[in-house]
């Protein structure tokens, strides 16, 4: 069941109606999300996640319930890896009032097959097993050996895929329906691994410090570099096919 936080970020900080700016409600989350960031937020605002009010002139004013909603959304992404539209479903079913059930957090053998990764004692990604991979990306087992032919799917180190792997069977399985073949798609995971190389080169240094927090905070960076780095190539590719449409 979704745990209902009884202080802490985004809950019993504010008092009723109080409206607040987005660096306050970054603070506010980050007691509980380190890695959250500003961008974060505006990206759940432009999914649709949350609505927060409007000044005239522009800025952003969420309130308590606001704060809390971006609580619950990055606890569902954090401890069930959940993709939005999932999330989106389970809030919707929460304001109707409903119970809805979460997959378990805990790192035990249930709905996944595989082991969590784990640094110390705790839990950072989590794999799943070949027959759950078909079975949440909803393909058969020919179309999955033949994106790995073509390196669009692979297996982690050890085993397994991790979650973000459904995702991208999912997209491949979209694309294919307007009959882009796996052969297509080369020149996408290629430019993908170059932007990914280009976001490694800027954080390594980060990431070999002798300190913990700036090794922690490498990885929020790695983060927020790769979502700016795929909003930038979406606006690049609406841009140039708006372009030959003229």
Do not use: C
Request: proline share 5%; no cysteine.
């Amino acid at each position: 069941m979704l745990r209902t936080p009884t202080g802490g970020a985004g809950h019993g900080t504010a008092a009723a109606g109080e409206l607040v700016s987005i660096g306050t409600v970054l603070s506010r989350l980050r007691d509980e999300f380190p890695e959250v960031t500003i961008s974060k937020i505006r990206f759940l605002e432009a999914e649709g996640l949350v609505e927060p009010q409007r000044t005239a002139s522009g800025y952003r004013k969420f309130s308590p319930r606001d704060v809390e909603r971006l609580a619950q959304i990055l606890r569902m992404q954090r401890d069930h890896y959940l993709p939005l539209k999932v999330i989106r479903e389970h809030l919707d079913a929460l304001e109707r009032g409903e119970q809805i059930k979460l997959p378990s957090p805990s790192p035990q053998r249930d709905l996944l097959d595989g082991a969590w990764e784990t640094e110390g004692e705790r839990p950072t990604a989590a794999r799943i097993g070949r027959s759950e991979l078909l079975a949440a990306a909803e393909v058969t087992e020919a179309e999955l050996v033949e994106w790995e032919s073509y390196g669009l799917i692979a297996p982690v180190e050890g085993g397994g895929y991790d979650a973000e792997t459904v995702t991208v069977a999912k997209l491949v399985a979209d694309l294919g329906r307007f009959g882009l073949e796996p052969r297509h798609l080369r020149a996408v995971k290629a430019a993908a691994e170059r932007e990914a190389g280009l976001v490694e080169q800027m954080v390594a240094p980060l990431r070999r410090h002798r300190n913990p927090q700036t090794r922690a905070h490498a990885e929020a960076t790695a983060k927020e570099l790769a979502g700016l780095s795929v909003r930038l190539h979406a606006a690049l590719v609406q841009t140039a096919l708006g372009l030959r449409l003229q």
